[in-house]
């Protein structure tokens, strides 16, 4: 093994340490090293890395520039170690990337979807995409969160889920709301009567009795939005955006109470799984409903 590879592995296991999954950036890492082992180079280079980064020649952009931001986090471990070693200035190979512009739900707007997703068919489906989008309405939970749920994860009698797999590999519980702990209730009393022998111990069923895919949820969700006119040729609103719009009206409430936004931020940051509160200003900048305090912003 040579010596970039035993510092990768170094590395790789201290991230790890710190709760990153980093299962893409280990499989670039250790072909960027085999690059390197191979060419006979012990010492990184902005431009071996660029070039490295940049294989084969029809690479796309995005791809090339997130090769070489996994690169870079490893380089700044080595240029530690030895600063012989070179780390690729920030914005090298970077992409322009255009988030896609939220929607926030009126609550005339979120009590539609939710009447509409009661009138699917066949009844299973209808009873878990009403429970669903409920819940991610009203705990802006993540959708992956929110469908890798088991039944276990689900605390009805003290109104608590877990979530064992957030972002980073975290574990974090989500409080509910009685009115939110009684949906979901009743929502497992239609499950279990609707299908009495699932397949799975996922919390939320597809129809066929297994666990709801993400694919077959964005479906079934944008089959909604465009039955009621909230999808048009121009507007794309997403489930995603169930989030968006919790973290938003969530911080507008607290304002027009006249509550203390910037002290209790961070109790919204750690509800909705954010690693600081200056991720969830991600929320506000793009709704443009909330600005940004000049601390977060700089």
Not at 271 to 276: A, F, I, K, M, S
């Given at each position: 093994m040579s010596a970039l590879a035993e510092h990768l592995q170094d590395y790789l296991r201290t991230r790890r340490g710190l709760g990153f999954a980093l299962s893409r950036i280990d499989n670039n890492l250790r072909c960027f090293v085999g690059y390197l082992d191979a060419a006979g180079e012990r010492t990184v280079t902005v431009e071996l890395a660029v070039a490295w980064a940049q294989l084969p020649a029809n690479i796309k952009p995005i791809t090339a520039c997130f090769r070489l931001s996994a690169v870079r986090g490893f380089a700044r471990y080595l240029h530690a170690v030895d600063?012989?070693?070179?780390?690729?200035?920030?914005?090298?190979?970077?992409?322009?990337?255009?988030?896609?512009?939220?929607?926030?739900?009126?609550?005339?707007?979120l009590a539609l979807l939710l009447a509409t997703a009661r009138r699917l068919r066949p009844p299973l489906r209808a009873a878990t995409s009403q429970a669903l989008?409920?819940?991610?309405?009203?705990?802006?939970?993540?959708?992956?969160?929110?469908?890798?749920?088991?039944?276990?994860?689900v605390d009805l009698a003290d109104g608590m889920i877990i979530i064992r797999h957030a972002k980073f590999d975290r574990v974090r519980l989500v409080p509910l709301h009685p009115s939110v702990t009684a949906a979901l209730r009743d929502y497992a009393a239609a499950r279990d009567r609707l299908c009495p022998a699932p397949r799975t111990d996922r919390y939320f069923l597809s129809c066929r009795g297994c666990e709801l895919r993400r694919q077959e949820a964005d479906r079934i969700f944008r089959t909604i939005t465009a039955g009621?006119?909230?999808?048009?040729?121009?507007?794309?609103?997403?489930?995603?955006?169930?989030?968006?719009?919790?973290?938003?009206?969530?911080?507008?409430d607290w304002q027009r109470d006249g509550t203390d936004t910037q002290a209790l931020l961070p109790v919204?940051?750690?509800?909705?799984?954010?690693?600081?509160?200056?991720?969830?200003?991600?929320?506000?900048?793009d709704s443009r409903v909330i600005p940004i305090p000049a601390s977060l912003a700089a």
């Open positions: 600063p012989a070693h070179q780390i690729p200035p920030p914005g090298l190979l970077a992409v322009p990337r255009r988030r896609p512009e939220p929607h926030v739900y009126s609550a005339g707007e989008i409920g819940l991610l309405a009203s705990c802006g939970m993540r959708v992956g969160e929110a469908l890798a749920l088991t039944r276990a994860d009621i006119g909230l999808r048009t040729d121009a507007a794309r609103p997403r489930i995603h955006d169930l989030r968006h719009t919790f973290a938003v009206r969530t911080l507008t919204l940051s750690t509800y909705l799984g954010h690693v600081e509160p200056a991720n969830t200003y991600w929320y506000y900048s």
